[in-house]
């Protein structure tokens, strides 16, 4: 690791100002930072300590019925958080399904957000990168791309974002609160990480000094309360990336669909959101012909990176397990296995003659 | 430059002189305190056998850079028993063979720890077995891992939880 | 469970850990938790290519770092008194020391940055900034010229069979042939690879994980030219070792040099994504099965081809097909084995190694002949039960597999499996699959010795530099010297994992508590006999003409056999002759005789339940049934431990572990512990493990066969049989993962 001036900021003002300069980032619970520069990925100069930001740390609730995440709420903090766990079910799943309950009582809101690829081409600092250096190029093209994206790449990066966090917060209409050098701002989600296109090494649209400072859910995000799931498919039943992930929330009108929200994990260098697949959902009745055709709309445009084409089905297969699970109700506790496919009951007893599906 | 902090570790304050910023807390525990209990397994947050216990939270000590705990009360295993009464986790572990090399126990049982606190298994052995998936045990003890988390958990907070799923071996 | 097989006070005896108590506090001290004075810390550079040679390192840019206090290379990095490469005995293994430049494999050391600090070693390595002269490489599986190698393993016959398989394919009325591929795994101990190395002239202090004190010591002897009694290696505990740390590795031997090159001690740790390369690993395999049977299941032919990858340096040869030699009985035999060279680390002995790869292609190899004959996996086992070994003919020593069978059928409900695939599912609409698998593992011993000491105080000492790596040598040679000496256990002192001790061969191949065990026990029975000696010939003793044959030893007394009530104490024997303590050594070795008569294994049955989601193929193993029939258990409580541990690998085999290489640098791109995926706590729901009672009178006195290695096989192929019953796909690429259950 390299050596690298530490400040402790004790102000959002004084941070920003410390950051402005080349070379700084901010540090917070460190669990992506301090792994990226363990292995070489990040060497920043200066270290501008954030921990210590007074009101950073609280979730607050507006009048309006939005929900305020500061940037400095742990991840299990706010999984744990009775109110978030009420509004926003799909999101405390997703929190419990990430990481390690160690990884999860560290890691912050902001840091989340700002969770980088877990491309093994971008932490192979042997392997060209364009994330890395730009203009190297990609090792990722042509060489082992199982987990990589197939949506939304370029040929200068097929990278995906490994958050799980950010897929419900983008299907729920989220937005992230920035301080800068130039003030503050706001900006949805769905805006703040950017595809690879031909600047891959550009991963979100903040500036040099800008601060996460909090991500704001929207007084509509609660109205899918009822009908809300995160999924997410593992090569193993916990501690792992996600291989495809998806949030859903749907707002129901009756017997039918009133409001359809989709975002796709660990397809995309940023959670996926399906509108088209959401458009056809409103006023649909939830029926697992309509669930099909959403799933058949959030992958229209997929294409394989590489090997990987797997992953355009299983997509597909877990929007139309996602909308299964979502229509059937939010449950009333997180999950034993959040957001696993064996969640349901995994000592569900056998059925010992031929069985009836019981899936759509 | 040089960063002077203190920590309360294992109860006992300390003053310390960092002369590099880099130091995580499992280094500083490791190299400098001597408390080699906490072990390096990866050094990446990716096995669990650094948890230590900050301000009662369990954490992975390899991914928290020392110098930005000032003032934190860490627990590590040496500091877990009191005295000769060895904390209900750790005499679990050993009932139940919850460990054969040993590398791992030490985080496996402050994880625990930490689990118990955290107050969410409910005394489920399901909830438990994905509570402790941050810690791997490469010689394969997470059956009696289980049942020693579980046995502890019982100790801890009195047998008024929800009734566990016998397991296998119990009724064998 | 009530505890069987009680053949002792200790012995058999479901006793915890003795080293528990030092684990669950923070006590126990791995090599890495030393720090004599004046440590330094060392922290190797490694090549990121895989073939080529070291054109320029930075030294300058390391060496300014501060707190660097030097930096190895080829250049400087001192003279060894026997070439690395030097294969003077079988068990050395060629190792890359920075003799010269060359790079044979990826990960390989280049360079060593001692430092004060560990932070200031590890950037010094950082700002190496290596360049290379890089060769086109080549890591594919049959990539290379294939050939048959000189042997496999440790030394067995690459190809062995009996019987015309050609007439014996002939003879068959089904026949099926189908190819399996195994992944490369990689140890990964939990404790990566680590010397603390402290130099007073020509003698050596070295603190480091090794399953061989002996076999370390000899070693780096040779390396250094120093006797090996100069060298004093520490090793208490061990965390984890699984064949990883049965031969002495270059980091741990760089960490001794770097010692020497500055004069200081030194802590060289392997970091994680380092052990992906330069301390062994499973070579993948790709095997093919060719089996014929008669309508009613009886094999006329198994013929079990492996092709297999070594490295362009070494020769170990992972022995995928010897397990088809010993386990099913079958009218032809024929085991062939071939390899070809890559540019990778060398493959070396990994938990079971060919056994555990091996089982899973023949596992399901069987399961599909049965699937083509409308039998059931277990009836068709059965049917080709080997009553004595297939080729060589000889009888078992003992074999209580018909049992370990029946007891996992009945514990697992095996009877009510339906024959045809997908037909089970559970209430949430996940498909339900069962699968079996047999276990099978040789019961071989090393060599090894004991020291028993009898002291005038009432306690024993047992010493033997045997290493404890989690299956329980603290214990149960404890428990085995407390029987040997009579007495209660609490009064027995073991000294292990200390190069001084005399030797205690080798912890692996599931031989450890069989030799060590063995020599312990005969040790212990010397130190007796020695007392005996004393007391039979004392005219004041109770004892006095009772003769050795005529007396027991039990509770710290010895008795007159044909009158018990005439007794006295150790202590007051030794205390009469004028003595402090006797001792008595013992050896610990197979018999030569018994192992030309007899075929010596352990057995088992592995029963697997997983659930499969039918839409999005992710796999989760909710129950495993193991019975196992391994002889004399002195220890139910730990043996089950080893038990659960083996079959958590087999989870690890069939379903997470597999080493991804880019073909084009032939480097591991997931050579870390988020991606190599090793099973998690939640992997492993349910488990069991039977022990089935087994006599063996001929395999070594105690009748000790090992269990380190036997709860693999069988479960992989179990799983594997499972995820087949759920999904009704039979997926031959191991590990089986989620893509491919897609349809």
């Known amino acids: 690791m390299k ?51 007074p009101g950073l740390d609280r979730i607050e609730r507006g009048a309006d019925g939005a929900t305020r995440i500061g940037a400095l709420v742990r991840n299990a903090a706010l999984a744990h958080d009775v109110s978030i766990a009420r509004r926003y079910p799909a999101l405390a799943e997703a929190l419990l399904s990430g990481a390690s309950g160690q990884l999860r009582n560290a890691a912050t809101t902001a840091g989340n957000v700002l969770q980088r690829t877990r491309c093994q081409y971008f932490y192979d600092t042997a392997s060209a990168c364009n994330k890395r250096d730009p203009g190297a190029g990609c090792a990722a093209l042509g060489g082992v791309t199982r987990s990589h994206a197939v949506l939304g790449w370029s040929e200068h990066c097929i990278a995906t974002h490994p958050s799980d966090f950010c897929v419900p917060l983008a299907a729920l209409d989220a937005t992230v609160e920035i301080e800068g050098p130039g003030g503050a701002r706001s900006v949805p989600l769905e805006a703040f990480h950017r595809l690879p296109g031909d600047t891959p090494e550009r991963e979100t649209i903040l500036e040099p000094g800008d601060l996460v400072v909090a991500v704001t859910l929207p007084p509509e995000a609660e109205h899918f309360a009822g009908h809300s799931r995160y999924l997410k498919v593992r090569e193993r039943t916990s501690y792992a990336f996600a291989v495809v992930s998806a949030a859903v929330g749907l707002r129901m009108d009756g017997d039918r669909i009133g409001e359809a929200r989709i975002a796709l994990g660990s397809v995309a260098l940023k959670p996926w ?75 569900a007893p056998l059925t010992p003659s031929a069985g009836a599906p019981a899936h759509a | 430059m040089s960063f002077s902090i203190t920590l309360t570790v294992n109860g006992a304050a300390r003053s310390i002189v960092l002369e590099d910023a880099r130091v995580t807390l499992l280094d500083l525990l490791r190299e400098r305190l001597d408390l080699t209990g906490a072990k390096k397994g990866c050094d990446r947050g990716q096995c669990g056998a650094c948890t230590v216990l900050i301000d009662g939270v369990r954490v992975n000590a390899c991914l928290a850079l020392a110098v930005s705990h000032d003032g934190a009360s860490i627990t590590t295993i040496e500091g877990l028993a009191e005295g000769d009464a060895l904390h209900p986790v750790q005499a679990a572990f ?19 720890v930490g689990l118990i606190q955290e107050g969410q298994t409910g005394g489920d052995p399901e909830r438990v077995r994905e509570g402790m998936s941050g ?35 119990d009724a064998a | 469970m009530p505890e069987r097989q009680r053949h002792g006070a200790s012995i058999g005896q479901p006793l915890t850990r003795r080293d528990g108590h030092a684990k669950i506090t923070g006590a126990a001290r791995y090599s890495a938790d030393f720090r004599p004075e004046g440590l330094a810390h060392a922290v190797m550079a490694v090549s990121a290519v895989a073939r080529g040679r070291v054109t320029h390192l930075d030294v300058a840019a390391a060496e300014a770092h501060p707190g660097v206090i030097a930096v190895m290379t080829p250049e400087n990095a001192p003279k060894l008194a026997k070439s690395p490469d030097l294969k003077d005995n079988p068990f050395a293994f060629r190792l890359d020391l920075l003799q010269n430049d060359g790079v044979r494999y990826a990960n390989q050391p280049i360079a060593v940055v001692v430092a004060e600090t560990l932070e200031a070693a590890t950037e010094g390595a950082a700002l190496l900034a290596p360049r290379y002269e890089s060769e086109a490489v080549s890591v594919a599986l049959g990539a290379g010229e294939v050939f048959s190698p000189e042997t496999i393993g440790a030394g067995s016959a690459t190809d062995e069979g009996s019987g015309d398989i050609a007439a014996g394919m002939a003879a068959a009325e089904t026949r099926i042939e189908a190819t399996y591929d195994t992944a490369a795994q990689y140890h990964n101990a939990l404790e990566p690879h680590s010397s603390v190395a402290e130099w007073d002239g020509d003698r050596l202090t070295l603190h480091t994980p090794t399953q061989a004190l002996w076999i370390a010591k000899g070693r780096l002897a040779g390396l250094f ?52 390369g330069p301390v062994g690993h499973r ?21 079990h081809h492996t092709l297999t990858l070594t490295s362009q340096h070494d020769d170990f040869v992972e022995p995928s097909g010897i397990l088809s030699r010993h386990l099913y009985a079958a009218g032809a035999i024929a085991t062939t084995h071939a390899v070809s060279r890559a540019d990778i680390g060398t493959p070396i002995f990994m938990r079971a190694p060919g056994e555990a790869s091996g089982s899973v292609a023949v596992e399901s190899a069987l399961d599909e002949l049965a699937l083509e004959l409308d039998l059931d996996p277990l009836e068709i086992r059965l049917r080709n039960y080997a009553e004595v070994e297939p080729i060589s003919h000889r009888p078992f020593s003992s074999k209580a597999l018909r049992e370990c069978y029946a007891q996992g059928a009945e514990r697992f409900g095996w009877a009510s499996r339906p024959r045809q695939p997908r037909q089970m599912r559970d209430a949430d609409g996940l498909l339900v699959g069962w699968g079996l698998g047999t276990a099978t593992y040789p019961a071989g011993m090393m060599q090894g010795e004991a020291r028993a000491t009898l002291r005038a105080d009432g306690t024993g000492l047992i010493e033997t530099a045997a290493q404890d790596m989690g299956q329980g040598a603290w214990t149960v040679l404890a428990q085995i010297g407390a029987d040997g000496l009579g007495l209660p256990i609490d009064r027995i002192e073991l000294r292990i994992g200390d190069s001084n001790l005399p030797n205690g061969g080798l912890a692996g191949g599931s031989t450890g508590t069989a030799t060590s065990g063995t020599a312990v026990d005969n040790a212990a029975k010397g130190a007796i006999a020695a007392l005996a000696e004393l007391a039979v010939n004392d005219r004041a003793s109770p004892l006095y003409g009772a003769g050795n044959a005529g007396v027991t030893a039990a509770d710290g007394r010895l008795a007159r056999r044909d009158d018990p009530a005439r007794s006295e104490s150790f202590g007051e024997i030794l205390a009469r002759a004028g003595r402090t303590s006797v001792e008595a050594k013992g050896q610990g070795q197979g018999d030569p005789a018994a192992q030309k008569t007899y075929a010596m294994h352990a057995h088992g049955a592995v029963y697997a339940e997983v659930k499969v989601d039918p839409d999005l193929g992710q796999i989760r193993v909710t129950r495993l049934v193991g019975a196992f029939a391994a002889g004399r258990i002195i220890n139910p409580h730990l043996v089950r431990s080893q038990y659960y541990g083996g079959m958590i690998w087999g989870v690890s085999l069939a379903l997470h572990e597999h080493a991804v290489l880019d073909p084009r640098s032939g480097r591991v791109m997931n050579g870390n512990l988020a991606e190599y995926h090793i099973p998690v706590n939640a992997d492993v729901p349910s488990m069991e493990a039977i022990l089935v009672e ?29 995820v087949w019953h759920a999904t009704g796909v039979r997926v031959r690429d191991i590990p089986i993962t989620l893509d491919r259950l897609l349809g």
């Open chain 1, 3 to 53: 050596a690298f001036d530490y400040i402790r900021a004790t102000s959002v003002a004084e941070a920003v100002e410390a950051a402005a300069r080349p070379g700084a980032a901010y540090l917070a619970a460190g669990t992506n930072l301090v792994d990226l520069m363990k292995g070489g990925i990040s060497r920043p100069d200066t270290l501008v300590d954030i921990t210590r930001l």
């Open chain 3, 225 to 276: 030219g120093i006797p090996p009694e100069n060298i004093h290696v520490v090793c208490h505990y061990l965390g984890g070792g699984f064949g990883s740390k049965g031969f002495v590795t270059a980091p741990q031997i760089l960490g001794i040099m770097a010692a020497k090159l500055i004069g200081r001690p030194v802590k060289l740790v392997t970091r994680r994504e380092q052990m992906f």
């Open chain 2, 135 to 169: 810690n791997l045990c490469r010689c394969g003890a997470y059956a009696g891992i289980t049942q020693a988390v579980l046995a502890a958990h019982t100790a801890i907070t009195g047998p008024d939880v929800l009734p566990g799923r016998q397991l296998a071996e």
């Open chain 3, 283 to 303: 070579a993948a395999t790709r095997q093919t099965l060719k089996l014929g049977a008669t309508r009613d299941g009886t094999l006329t032919a198994l013929d």
């Open chain 3, 694 to 722: 087994e006599h063996d009178p001929h395999v070594n006195p105690l009748g000790i066969k090992g269990v380190g290695e036997i709860g693999i096989t069988g479960t992989a192929g179990a799983i594997a049989n499972a």
């Open chain 1, 273 to 347: 959101r399906a509108r088209e697949a959401e458009r056809l959902l409103a006023g649909a009745a939830p029926t697992p012909e309509t669930f099909a055709r959403a799933a058949e709309a959030a992958l229209a445009d997929a294409r394989p990176s590489g090997d990987n084409a797997y992953k355009i089905e299983l997509a597909r297969r877990i929007v139309v397990r996602a909308l299964t699970l979502a229509a059937a109700g939010t449950p009333e506790r997180v999950p034993a296995l959040p957001a696993s496919p064996f969640a349901a009951s995994p000592f």
């Open chain 2, 94 to 112: 050993l009932e139940y063979d919850g460990f054969q090399c040993g590398f791992c126990t030490p985080g496996q049982i402050l994880s625990a």
